[in-house]
């Protein structure tokens, strides 16, 4: 069984910075690509970037200059979205997603819980 577990939201101040984490764990062979969404209240899910396996990135048109997603393969199965410049219109429930191969060689699309960030003064 493989679990994704989003952590780093918080309230934080417009003009601020946060630093996402997405921890993989359980019976992984290799994790494929890695993305974040976001969903905002009373909005649809929205994609914010991806990334492959060789480091890869893809952002969303919205995401370009203020969100830097990354991973770490090699030792803790973690992808990262830092967010600087923070506004109101960024706080949604962010969400991690990566297709991972496990080690009976499956291969499914994984969704974390998501973790919260609020945009306020």
């Known amino acids: 069984q493989v679990q994704l577990v989003e952590s780093g939201g918080d309230l934080v101040q417009p003009g601020g910075s946060l630093r996402l984490s997405c921890a993989v764990s359980g019976s992984i062979f290799s994790i494929n690509q890695m993305r974040w969404y976001r969903q905002a209240p009373g909005n649809q899910r929205e994609l914010v970037a991806t990334?492959?396996?060789?480091?890869?990135?893809?952002y969303a048109e919205y995401a370009k200059g203020r969100f830097t997603i990354s991973r770490d393969n090699a030792k803790t199965n973690t992808g990262n979205q830092k967010t600087n410049s923070l506004k109101p219109e960024d706080t949604a429930v962010y969400y991690c997603?990566?297709?991972?191969?496990?080690?009976?060689?499956?291969?499914?699309?994984?969704w974390g819980q998501g973790t919260k960030v609020t945009v306020s003064a």
């Open positions: 997603n990566a297709g991972v191969v496990d080690t009976h060689g499956g291969g499914y699309n994984y």
């Open positions: 990334i492959t396996t060789g480091g890869t990135t893809n």
